[in-house]
């Protein structure tokens, strides 16, 4: 949390920063909103291309649309801030600003505050929207509940409590406290409408544990075995709490990730209580030999903004019965081969370069 004055008011910014490694990305999609400020922070010893700074900002206009961005390069003691600044911000209206900064001296800090206030102040004037005396008072019963989810019925109830009868008002203010990353709730998204108000942190810390675990990714090649869930979700430091000590709460992070098609049961496990999941964003990146692919249908998918890493992970998951199978699953961090009934095939893979996806299909 960060107060800042604007408008002769106090406004509380909630600060969360997010890694920008590929294998986090697919977590993204729980904070892209309309309703923020992004600071997009880059190396200045590093070029353009090597920041991926064109990236990140078709990826902040396709999820959080036209919200306002600063360009912020880090380590400007080192190396000069040096981009090509007209041309970026025809190509992209929504960047506000370039600021360097150096963490190592304090340079350029106090500017950049100045700028996220001025921003905050001059063009986002929903911040200043009025807003229920009552929605706040319920805004904050939910920030001091110390539990890490609660159900939407639990919500509802406590709305009600505090006055707020409407189910349209009910609705309108989980989507404000989702927006202002006070909770997650996805009740818009059809795969979650029955999900729970739970706490940000809770979610993305375990998620982060699950795909930044070395293990996983080596020697397990993308599968969590259960057995292994407790190693994976421990404290990685004595300051840190136990937050996911048992089973009921490491599957509830799984079954989360799941549902936002980050992970799935793995078939010889899903019949039990606690099984074994498959991460395809930690499946190896080398691609499997699939043998020859002649005489068969062509088709390509051409993304003419982004096309974001996780894609085709996130498509193994929801094509996941139809995965080919014999003598064993065939698929990779960017690829996947698919079986029909009738013993049709098809190759599914992505160039994430060319930001292209190419379908192949065999058969009769």
Known sequence: DWQIEAKQENIKLRVWDFGGQEIMHATHQ????????????????EDERANKIEYWLKLIET??????????????DDHPLDLDERGLQNKYPNIK???????????GIAELKKQITEII??????????????????????EQDDRDYISYGEYEQKCIAAGITRTSSR???????????????????????????????????????VINDNLLMTKHKGVLYWHDSARVFQPKSRQEQNCYATEKDRKFILEMMEKFELCFPMDNSSDRDYPDYLIPDLLPKEEQDTGTWEDCL?????????????????????????????????YWRTGVILISKEGNKAQVRADLEDNKIFVRISGN
């Not at 729980?30 to 010893?45: D, P, Q």
């Not at 600003?97 to 340079?107: P, R």
């Not at 890493?309 to 003598?327: E, L």
């Open 30 to 45: 729980f904070f892209l909103t309309e309703r923020s400020l992004y600071l997009l922070v880059i190396n200045t010893r």
């Open 63 to 76: 999820l959080g649309q036209q919200a306002p961005v600063i360009i912020v390069g880090n380590k400007v």
């Open 97 to 107: 600003a370039f600021i360097g900064t150096s963490c190592l001296k304090g340079l």
């Open 121 to 142: 102040a001059e063009q986002m004037p929903h911040v200043f929207d009025p807003i229920p005396v009552r929605w706040l008072t319920l805004k904050d019963q939910l």
């Open 171 to 209: 609705h309108t203010l989980v989507r404000l406290l989702h927006e202002l990353g006070i909770i997650l709730n996805f009740s818009d998204d059809r795969r979650l409408k029955d999900t729970n108000v739970l706490n940000p942190e809770w979610v993305t810390s375990g998620a982060y544990k």
């Open 298 to 330: 062509n088709f390509e998918y051409h993304y003419d903004k982004v096309l974001p890493n996780s894609v085709i992970s996130r498509f193994i998951v929801k094509a996941r019965r139809h995965i080919d199978r014999s003598p064993k699953p065939t």
